[in-house]
């Protein structure tokens, strides 16, 4: 006598209204830019179904796969978050896309100016737009420069982009081979490629981009796929995503001292730690977690 073979329970594929409401529809960022959402895989179930390891329905209630993502969240247990995925479509800057290309856990395919003529289209700055250079972060900005300033500076950068774009176009005409004619186009120049990650590596994306640290073309970019598309694609996660990371605070062994030292009254013994630190940046990181915190800070006074 054979055993009957056990019927594995059909599955059906995890759907999202709210996503499926704006497949191919594309979210405009910067002037020529968009992202817009090719196809995605999973949902917020996936993630608990991937960490319990079961594929039964129904038999948890939503608050307690709430506590779970939340859970796994806090304690960096990264792996069920790669059970999901999306691919987008994103129109961007080149030069906004030589530092999103950096995250290198995603499939990428870009559009070949080898293959096809340049996207005629470059991300243009508003006169009240152009920003001074940090003086205290060699990547970073800080402030802008005055609107006289800047309307000269837009137009100028017009005049650039139009004689490059006729330029390239010229040497198309004259025969010259795609490769080589693109050689002088600048990085305001757009272009556009298929970006498939999974929710893991996207949400590290997102930490990084979405931060006020990061350059402003990139960071309405992360905004724009983190706001519109990942809170509706998986609103359990965007939650704890935003509690447990975007909006905590990481605290180094230093820093725990300083901050128990201040606790107990102690800011003779958080002073010691504090300028035991050698880095100028470091410090001022210190300081500022320590006001965002609610103290004062005894050895500025």
Known sequence: MTDTPTQAERLTRPRVEAM???????FPVLDDGFVRVVDYMGDDGSVVQAARVSYGTGTKRVHEDRGLIRYLLRHA??????MCEIKLHVRVPMDAWRQWIRHRTANVNEYSTRYS???DAAQRTRADQWRVQSADNR???AGFIPHAEGAALSISEAELQNLARRTYEARLAAGVAR???????????????????DLHNLLHFLQLRMDDHAQEEIRVYASTIGEQIVAKWVPLVWEAFTDYRREAMYLSKLEIAIVSAMA???SDRARDVFQAIASKRERQEVERKLLTLGFTIPWSA
């Open 117 to 119: 003529v340049a996207i």
């Open 264 to 266: 107990e009254g102690r």
């Open 20 to 26: 499926d409401a704006v497949l191919g529809a594309a």
């Open 179 to 197: 490769e080589q004619a693109r050689k002088d186009l600048p990085l305001s120049t757009y272009t556009e490629a298929y970006w498939k990650v």
């Open 139 to 141: 990547q970073g900005s």
């Open 77 to 82: 247990h990264t792996t069920p978050f790669e």
